[in-house]
């Protein structure tokens, strides 16, 4: 009994610790008390009206790629319930909705994002492609930031576009990590790290000590080489050759008009621009713009609850994965300054 009292109290304080719930949110919780009727699951096509003529057959599918560009992170969380949401995972079930169903004759691909993960990135550019492969244009519209790993997610439709005030480039690779040696030294801190003499280069990134130059010429071959794999996708994406992409790909920014003049983008306009081009590309007379609609499970529900949690505990839970990280480097495809905080 007294669990149970204990399990109540913690239940209630994790609704009652929300600073403010908006309508979105108290659909939420709707649909989390619906999630407990036993209600059947809704056809993984299923698809909601966003705007276009709602009386047409044919559909654009909206797929929104928004943010910084990662892997789900599994890792522990202070968070009671707390599931991490795949920015992969959805869109790989948005893709299977393009795909299977017979109504959407094409896809329209909004960025809006400094870049992110390689590994992430590619894999969102690679799944994608499996739309061109199904024989449906896909067509890419950049919003305030179609940056690095942005732009090269962008490189998998068959059109990319711009609004006239977005900016976009940055394509390279950037690796960092960060040195505490001195200021280690200033306050009496000294790092004790045990590794086997024959691997002098296990602790290559540790914060506590100068990287040797050995060091550095391996981890810019490896620069180097996811270098020249955003290279080869953007000129292919581009139908330009490889020469000519280089000079453009020195991590420089450019306007939408910079863009397409050097052949980046291939119109600059709104989203209306955009559905009217799929709609000359797929010969579709009408359309209406839709999102793909799923039941959300039980966990995700939890997890958009845990999500609302703000102020000290969220702070604190940044905090502590900040300095469990920052002795971690990752390599990127990424426009430095913008989500910098990602671990």
């Known amino acids: 009994m007294k669990r149970f009292s204990i399990t109540l109290i913690a239940t209630v304080a994790l609704f009652f610790s929300i600073p403010a719930v908006t309508p979105v949110h108290a659909q939420g919780v709707l649909d989390l008390i619906g999630a407990f009727s036993g209600a059947p699951s809704e056809n993984k096509q299923s698809v909601t009206y966003i705007e276009g003529d709602k009386d047409a057959t044919d559909e654009i599918l909206l797929i929104r790629i928004h943010g910084v560009i990662s892997e789900p992170d599994d890792g522990d969380s202070n968070m009671p319930f707390e599931i991490k949401k795949s920015m992969i995972e959805r869109v790989k079930k948005e893709i299977d909705t393009a795909i299977e169903r017979p109504q959407i004759k094409a896809v329209l691909l909004e960025v809006d994002s400094p870049g992110g993960e390689i590994t992430a990135s590619d894999i969102l550019q690679h799944q994608l492609s499996r739309i061109k492969a199904a024989k449906k244009p896909l067509v890419t519209l950049i919003g305030s930031l179609g940056a690095s790993g942005g732009y090269y997610v962008a490189c998998a439709a068959d059109q990319i576009w711009a609004h006239p005030t977005s900016i976009i480039g940055s394509i390279g690779v950037i690796m960092h990590s960060m040195n505490f040696e001195k200021l280690a030294g200033m306050i009496g801190v000294k790092a004790v790290t045990i590794i086997s003499d024959r691997t002098p280069k ?25 270098y020249d794999r955003f290279i080869e996708i953007v000129a292919a994406a581009r139908k330009k050759s ?37 709609r000359e590309i797929a010969g579709m007379k009408t359309s209406q713009l839709v999102r793909r609609k799923a039941k959300r499970s039980f966990g995700e529900l939890l997890g958009d609850l845990a999500e609302m949690q703000s102020g000290a505990p969220a702070l604190l839970n940044r905090l502590e994965t900040l300095m469990q990280n920052s002795g971690t480097a990752k390599i990127l495809f990424q426009m430095p300054g913008i989500g910098e905080s990602h671990p």
């Open 242 to 278: 490889v020469k000519e992409i280089t000079v453009l790909a020195d991590g420089g920014i450019y306007t939408s008009k910079q863009a397409l003049d050097k052949g980046l983008i291939d119109g600059i306009g709104y989203r209306e621009d955009v559905m009217a081009k799929l």
């Open 202 to 226: 296990k602790d290559i990134f540790s914060p506590f000590r100068e990287m040797t130059q050995e060091e550095k010429t391996m981890l810019l071959s490896i620069v180097d080489s996811s």
